[in-house]
């Protein structure tokens, strides 16, 4: 079992739809979580963490369960801009390495006009 | 403007050869880190730094070497020893040399190594 788990897509969605990614940690003792956007051939940009209450910035809502050990990502009002990969990213603590980011392989979305 | 730089943005080479790819950051962060993404999986850690003069292994170190000599660079060498090197490698760097709980990273723009 991979120590994070995302379903790969694509999701495909018109312009203006609300969609929700999941994202699954198996490491119980992972301590931080956060949701990177990729675009086509550049690098990963932090789109924000998330937090325990879960959090929201503008039209990007984040959650955070750590009972079931799973992280959403909601979007609200898609744009055409919001085309790209998602990563999710969790902070878990390694024996002797302290804390070390585990990246998921990342969502696709494609937001159609 | 403060931030990441990877050079060269394509890098071709022969099989066996040697080739070093360049990392360099001016936003003062303590820690460094490479990583190798291939298509369709997540990134995977090569080596990191928490500290100048100080490097670590990370999953799949294998075939490469990093040095840190100066707080601002992290080079990578991906020897002729790395079976698979065609790849997308990223450096990214974070403020603390303790790597903390909530300690987001910063990447640089990557460098798409092809070995033909």
């Known amino acids: 079992r991979k120590e994070v788990e995302q379903d790969p897509g694509p999701f495909n969605v018109p312009e203006g739809a609300t969609v929700a990614f999941n994202c699954t940690y198996s490491?119980?003792?992972?301590?931080?979580f956060f949701w990177y956007r990729q675009d086509c051939r550049k690098e990963p940009k932090l789109l924000m963490s998330?937090?325990?209450s879960g959090n929201e910035d503008g039209r990007f809502t984040a959650q955070l369960n750590r009972a079931s050990q799973y992280i959403s990502l909601l979007i609200r009002d898609s744009k055409l801009s919001d085309s790209a990969t998602y990563l999710c990213?969790?902070?878990?603590?390694?024996?002797?390495?302290?804390?070390?980011?585990?990246f998921g392989q990342g969502t696709e979305l494609s937001v159609k006009p | 403007d403060g931030g990441i730089t990877q050079s060269p943005k394509y890098l071709f080479r022969k099989e066996g050869q040697n080739v070093t790819l360049s990392c360099e950051q001016n936003?003062?962060?303590?820690?460094m880190y490479w990583y190798r993404q291939d298509p369709g999986q997540g990134l995977r850690l090569i080596y990191y730094?928490?500290?100048?003069?100080?490097?670590q292994k990370g999953d799949i170190a294998e075939g490469y070497s990093v040095s840190r000599e100066k707080k601002e660079s992290f080079p990578l060498t991906v020897t002729s020893a790395q079976k698979n090197p065609t790849a997308f490698y990223l450096c990214?760097?974070?403020?603390?040399?303790?790597?903390?709980?909530?300690?987001?990273?910063?990447f640089g723009p990557g460098t798409r190594l092809t070995v033909l």
């Open positions: 730094s928490q500290i100048v003069n100080d490097f």
């Open positions: 936003l003062n962060h303590d820690a």
């Open positions: 490491n119980s003792a992972s301590q931080s």
């Open positions: 998330v937090y325990s």
């Open positions: 990214a760097s974070s403020p603390s040399g303790q790597i903390r709980f909530y300690n987001e990273q910063f």
């Open positions: 990213v969790v902070n878990t603590l390694v024996y002797n390495q302290g804390g070390k980011l585990i």
